[in-house]
C-alpha cells in the first residue's frame, strides 16, 4: 500500500478550558485517504464532521494529535504555509456556496489562481473554461444574486478546480439546493472523483453518501465505522487513476513561496476596493466628506496665507530690499538722540558699497486745498527718490535738480493725498496747495504704492525738494533719516557693516545712530506671515484627523460585515499579509479619493476667492503635502482595522453570520 494522501493519528479537538467548560468534539480520529478516494463522512448534526473537515481541509489544527499529509506533519507549517497548501492541494465546497457578493462568477472562480500568482490572461482562460464545461459560459459576468442555488454552487465548484483541486472537501453541498439541482451536483462530483480527484463528502443525507466509494461514520466525534475496513481494495483500486499529489516537501524545501503574485493581488485588491466603495456609495461618500473637507481646508487655508504673505512680501519688496536706514539714535534715555548731518551723507556716498544715498527731511504737516484739510507726511527728498525707492510718477513729472537748488515750491503727492484734496480736480497738474500755510506747486503725482507696515500708508506723503523742506518748513537742514540704496542687494549685510564703521569713525566711537534695513523687515514679515500660515495649516489638520477616524470607523464596520469573505479568502489560500493588503488598500482608496476630492474642491473655492479679489497663492509643495498627509491618514488609521481582518481565524470567519 502506498503512503496515504492524508494520514489522521489521534487526532483530538477541544473548545473551552480554563474558565468556560472544555468541550471534546473530536476524540482520538485514525483515518487515511489514499489518492483518487471517493470518501464520504456521514453523521448527525453535532456529531463533529464538519470540524474534522475543517482540521482536513487545514482551516483549523487539532488540539493533539498528528496530521501528515503526503507523509510530512503539517502541525510544522505555519499560517502562510497553510494557506499555500490549501491553495494548492484543496477545493472548498460549501453548502452555503460562500461566493463573494460583490465579485462576479468569473472574479469568484478565478480568486485562488490570483493568489496563486497566476498570470491574467491564464486564469482569465481557466476561469472561462471551467465556467463553460459546467454549463455557465453565459453567466461568467453574473453576481451571486442574479445566480440560481444550483448556479451557485456549480461555481463554487468551478473556483474549487481553478488550482487543480487535487482534494475536492464538499461540505453538504447540495443541503440548500432542490432535488434536480442536488442530483446535477453530486454527477459532478462523480465526474471529478472518476477524473482522479480526491473528493471528501460531508454529509448527513445517507442516500448522498451512497455515491461515495467509501463511507464513514462519525458520532460523538469517533468514528465508528469505515467501509474500507471490510473492502480495503476500494483503497487500492483508487489509485490508478488518481491525480499526481502536491510535493509538499519540494515545495517548501525550494523556498519558492514568495511575493510573484503581489501584481495580481494588488490590482484585485484595488478592484474589489472599487466595488466595495461604489456598492456603499451613500456611506463611501459619508466617509469621504471628512477626508475632503480636511485636504480642502488645508489646501485653501495654506494658500490664502501664501497668498497674503506674497502680497505683503510685494508691497514691502517695492520700496526696496537694497535700501538701508539711516537716523539718530538715543544712547541711553539720558541724553539726546544723535544728529546725522550732510557731512555725513557726503562720507557715505563715496563707500563702494553705497549706491545711492538721499537725506530725508520731514514730519507730519497740515495741508490745504481750498476748504478742504489734511494731515500728511512732508519729506523733503532730492531727486534720488524715484531711483531709491522705486516709485515712479504717473502724472506730471519730478522736480528737478534746479529745483533742488533753487528751493523751489513745488511737490509730488501721493495717490491718497491726491484723492482727499484734489479727488474733483481733473488735472491736478499746476494746482496749488497749501503745506503750513506755505503754497506749494504740484508738479506730479507718485503711483500707489500701499503701506509697507501695517501702521503707515506711503500713499499718504508729498515729496518736496530738500532745500525747500529745510528752508520754507521745517527750519532745519539735518536729515530726519538717510536711505541708503546699496550696490548689490544680496551683500546689504556687508554694505551695513561698512556704514556702521564709518558713522563710528566720524562719531567718535560714540553709537549715536542706528541703522535698519528693508531686507530684514521682509524676513521678519515673512517669519510672522509663515508663522501664520502655519498655524492655518494646523488648525484645517484637524479636520483630516477628523476624516482619518472616519476612515477607521468605516473600516471596522467594513471587516465585521464581511467577515465571511475573509473567511473565503483564507480558504482559497489568501495569507495573512494578503487580507492585510486587501483592506489597507481599501482604506488608502478612500483617501486618494477623498484627496483628489478634496484638491479638486480647495481649486474651486480658491477660485472664487481670486474673483473675490482674496490674495490667494496655490502651492504645489502645500497641494502634495495635502495629498500625502491624507494617504499617510488613510494608511495609519486603516492599519488597525487590516491588521484585524488579517489575525481572524478562517473558520470563525466562514462560520460568522
Known amino acids: 500500500m502506498q503512503t496515504p494522501l492524508i494520514d489522521l493519528k489521534g487526532i483530538r479537538k477541544s473548545y473551552g478550558g480554563g474558565d468556560t467548560p472544555q468541550v471534546d468534539v473530536l476524540r482520538g480520529i485514525d483515518l487515511s485517504i489514499h489518492a483518487g478516494e471517493f470518501v464520504a463522512i456521514v453523521g448527525a448534526s453535532g456529531s463533529g464532521k464538519s470540524t474534522l473537515m475543517n482540521i482536513l481541509g487545514c482551516l483549523d489544527r487539532p488540539t493533539s494529535g498528528e496530521y501528515l499529509f503526503a507523509g510530512e506533519n503539517v502541525a510544522r507549517l505555519g499560517s502562510d504555509e497553510l494557506a499555500w497548501l490549501r491553495r494548492e492541494a484543496f477545493g472548498f465546497v460549501f453548502q452555503g456556496y460562500h461566493l463573494i457578493a460583490s465579485g462576479s462568477a468569473q472574479e469568484n472562480v478565478e480568486m485562488p ?313 481733473a488735472n491736478p497738474i499746476g494746482q496749488y496747495i497749501l503745506i503750513e500755510n506755505v503754497p506749494f506747486q504740484v508738479v506730479g503725482v507718485l503711483a500707489e504704492k500701499g503701506a509697507s507696515s501695517g501702521d503707515q500708508d506711503s500713499d499718504d506723503r508729498i515729496a518736496i525738494p530738500y532745500s525747500a523742506a529745510s528752508i520754507r518748513l521745517f527750519g532745519s537742514h539735518n536729515p530726519e533719516y538717510v536711505a541708503i540704496a546699496t550696490s548689490d542687494a544680496r551683500k546689504v549685510k556687508e554694505a551695513e557693516q561698512a556704514i556702521d564703521q564709518l558713522m563710528l569713525r566720524m562719531h567718535g566711537g560714540k553709537r549715536d545712530f542706528e541703522l535698519t534695513n528693508n531686507a530684514a523687515m521682509i524676513q521678519a514679515e515673512a517669519r510672522t506671515q509663515n508663522t501664520l500660515s502655519l498655524m492655518l495649516g494646523a488648525i484645517a489638520a484637524i479636520s483630516l484627523l477628523v476624516g482619518g477616524i472616519g476612515v477607521m470607523n468605516i473600516m471596522l464596520m467594513t471587516v465585521r460585515e464581511r467577515t465571511r469573505e475573509i473567511g473565503i479568502r483564507m480558504a482559497t489560500g489568501a495569507r495573512q499579509r494578503d487580507i492585510l493588503r486587501q483592506f489597507l488598500t481599501e482604506a488608502v482608496m478612500l483617501s486618494v479619493v477623498g484627496g483628489l476630492a478634496g484638491i479638486g474642491v480647495a481649486l474651486i473655492i480658491g477660485g472664487i476667492l481670486i474673483l473675490s479679489e482674496v490674495a490667494v497663492a496655490f502651492s504645489l509643495v502645500a497641494v502634495l503635502g495635502a495629498f500625502a498627509c491624507a494617504l499617510v491618514t488613510g494608511v495609519v488609521f486603516g492599519f488597525m482595522p487590516a491588521r484585524k481582518a488579517a489575525r481572524l481565524d478562517p473558520v470563525t470567519a466562514l462560520t460568522s453570520e
Do not use: C
Open 113 to 425: 489562481a490570483i493568489y496563486a500568482g497566476t498570470p491574467a490572461a491564464e486564469r482569465h482562460a481557466r476561469a472561462a473554461a471551467l465556467l463553460d464545461r459546467l454549463g455557465l459560459a453565459s453567466r461568467t459576468g453574473n453576481r451571486p444574486h442574479q445566480l440560481s442555488g444550483g448556479q451557485q454552487q456549480r461555481v463554487s465548484i468551478a473556483r474549487a478546480l481553478m488550482n487543480g483541486g487535487h482534494i475536492i472537501l464538499a461540505d453538504e453541498p447540495t443541503g440548500a439546493l432542490d432535488s434536480h439541482s442536488g442530483a446535477e451536483v453530486m454527477a459532478l462530483l462523480d465526474e471529478l472523483a472518476s477524473q482522479g480527484h480526491v473528493v471528501i463528502l460531508i454529509t448527513h443525507d445517507r442516500e448522498v453518501a451512497a455515491r461515495a466509494k467509501r463511507i464513514i461514520e462519525i458520532r460523538d466525534g469517533e468514528i465508528i465505522s469505515d467501509t474500507a475496513d471490510d473492502h480495503p481494495e476500494v483503497q487500492a483500486s483508487a489509485n490508478s487513476g488518481a491525480l499526481q499529489a502536491v510535493d509538499l516537501r519540494q515545495r517548501l524545501a525550494d523556498g519558492s513561496e514568495h511575493n510573484g503574485a503581489w501584481k495580481g493581488e494588488l490590482l484585485d485588491a484595488v478592484q474589489a476596493a472599487w466595488r466595495v466603495m461604489w456598492i456603499n456609495r451613500f456611506r463611501t461618500a459619508l466617509t469621504l466628506l471628512g477626508i475632503v473637507i480636511g485636504v480642502a481646508s488645508v489646501v485653501v487655508m495654506l494658500a490664502v496665507g501664501e497668498g497674503s504673505k506674497r502680497q505683503v512680501m510685494a508691497q514691502m519688496g517695492a520700496f526696496g530690499s537694497n535700501i538701508i536706514y539711516l537716523s539718530g539714535y538715543m544712547p541711553n534715555p539720558r541724553t539726546p538722540p544723535g544728529i546725522i548731518t550732510l557731512d555725513d551723507v557726503a562720507a557715505l556716498a563715496a563707500l563702494p558699497q553705497v549706491k545711492r544715498i538721499m537725506p530725508v527731511n520731514g514730519s507730519e504737516a497740515g495741508v490745504r486745498f481750498g476748504n478742504v484739510d489734511h494731515t500728511s507726511y512732508v519729506g523733503g527728498n532730492d531727486t534720488n527718490f524715484p531711483a531709491i525707492f522705486n516709485w515712479p510718477v504717473v502724472e506730471g513729472s519730478y522736480f528737478t535738480e534746479a529745483d533742488e537748488r533753487g528751493a523751489a515750491a513745488v511737490a509730488v503727492i501721493g495717490k491718497k493725498v491726491r484723492d482727499k484734496l484734489l479727488k474733483d480736480v
